[in-house]
T-cell receptor
Framework: EAQVTQNPRYLITVTGKKLTVTCSQNMNHEYMSWYRQDPGLGLRQIYYSMNVEVTDKGDVPEGYKVSRKEKRNFPLILESPSPNQTSLYFC???????????????FGPGTRLTVL | GENVEQHPSTLSVQEGDSAVIKCTYSDSASNYFPWYKQELGKGPQLIID?????GEKKDQRIAVTLNKTAKHFSLHITETQPEDSAVYFCAASSARYSSASKIIFGSGTRLSIRP
């Protein structure tokens, strides 16, 4: 089954304790992205990756890191989490179509992170 | 920076009536405009999208219109049903394989269908 998986689904942690949220897709998609969702603010893009070893900042990259060593995986790293990073996080992936344009994004189920 | 404004933030319509959600975008290079539906506890799911070379697209009860001159696009749902109740997001992107680009989302519309 074609899907985007994220782990963990729920995480409660404390300020300053490094954490990683994993994201994996089995559709051979080039484009992968991380978003955070906060009430009234919609989805805001944190980082995205056009392909292996190619990553770039989205709208809200501060306090986050990513890596894209393999096509299927795109982990989100919080080196020193703070309470303002408490949020619902989504990973997504998509192909570029034959015309080189971005195609349908497939979202993971979400990771609810609480930083105390 | 680029932004996408979405209105209204909440919308309640009688079952069977139509619902319209509107978005405006600022980046004139945007060429891809998807709409997502998010049900409670789930990730967003694409319901329809439109590209800049098309003015309108329809899929059964759902249609999207795009006005590139005015930089706005709209989602139209006809004959609404209870299962249409969800949060809807619009987005805009200029991403191409040859050039990296962000995807900007609107702030969402909570649609409620009254029985």
């Amino acid at each position: 089954e074609a899907q985007v998986t994220q782990n963990p689904r729920y995480l409660i942690t404390v300020t300053g304790k490094k954490l990683t949220v994993t994201c994996s897709q089995n559709m051979n998609h080039e484009y992968m992205s991380w978003y955070r969702q906060d009430p009234g603010l919609g989805l805001r893009q944190i980082y995205y990756s056009m392909n292996v070893e190619v990553t770039d900042k989205g709208d809200v990259p501060e306090g986050y890191k990513v890596s894209r060593k393999e096509k299927r995986n795109f982990p989100l790293i919080l080196e020193s989490p703070s309470p303002n990073q408490t949020s619902l996080y989504f990973c997504a992936s998509s192909l570029f179509n034959s015309g080189g344009h971005l195609d349908t994004q497939y979202f993971g189920p979400g990771t609810r992170l609480t930083v105390l | 920076g680029e932004n996408v404004e979405q209105h209204p933030s909440t919308l309640s319509v009688q079952e069977g009536d139509s619902a319209v959600i509107k978005c405006t975008y600022s980046d004139s290079a945007s060429n891809y405009f998807p709409w997502y539906k998010q049900e409670l506890g789930k990730g967003p799911q694409l319901i329809i999208d439109i590209r800049s070379n098309v003015g309108e697209k329809k899929d059964q009860r759902i249609a999207v219109t795009l006005n590139k001159t005015a930089k706005h696009f709209s989602l139209h749902i006809t004959e609404t049903q209870p299962e249409d109740s969800a949060v809807y997001f619009c987005a805009a992107s200029s991403a191409r394989y040859s050039s990296a680009s962000k995807i900007i989302f609107g702030s969402g519309t909570r649609l409620s269908i009254r029985p």
